[in-house]
Nanobody, 124 residues
Framework: QVQLVESGGGLVQAGGSLQLSCSASGGTFRDYFMGWFRQAPGKEREFVAASFWSGTTTYYADSVKGRFTIIRYNRENTMYLIMNSLKPGDTAVYYC?????????????????WGQGTQVTVSS
């Protein structure tokens, strides 16, 4: 059992940057594989990035590769999503997620715990 809280969302112009954070409590961060997802109005939840237990192995959706970076600090029970060169298409609610037993890390059903989400809005 772990509780997740996201923060750092906001409004930014195209080409700008934002940093999202995910803080965990009630569990040990290093025991979970972690992911970031996003969901825009009227669309299904979309995989953004994932980081496995040590943080050494990471994966990114093609749409964000080269622009976003996922970082986890297990001793601090904290994970970050560094977003650069933001585009209007990045506008969505961003969710932090944790999973105990990994299957398909791009599928939301693989994760057991979710944060409340934080809104990211990118203007033209």
């Amino acid at each position: 059992q772990v509780q997740l809280v996201e923060s750092g969302g906001g409004l930014v112009q195209a080409g700008g940057s934002l940093q999202l954070s995910c803080s965990a409590s009630g569990g040990t961060f290093r025991d979970y594989f972690m992911g970031w997802f996003r969901q825009a109005p009227g669309k299904e939840r979309e995989f953004v990035a994932a980081s496995f237990w040590s943080g050494t192995t990471t994966y990114y959706a093609d749409s964000v590769k080269g622009r976003f970076t996922i970082i986890r600090y297990n001793r601090e029970n904290t994970m970050y999503l560094i977003m650069n060169s933001l585009k209007p298409g990045d506008t969505a609610v961003y969710y932090c997620a944790a999973g105990e037993t990994m299957t398909d890390f791009t599928n939301p059903t693989a994760y057991d715990y979710w944060g409340q989400g934080t809104q990211v809005t990118v203007s033209s």
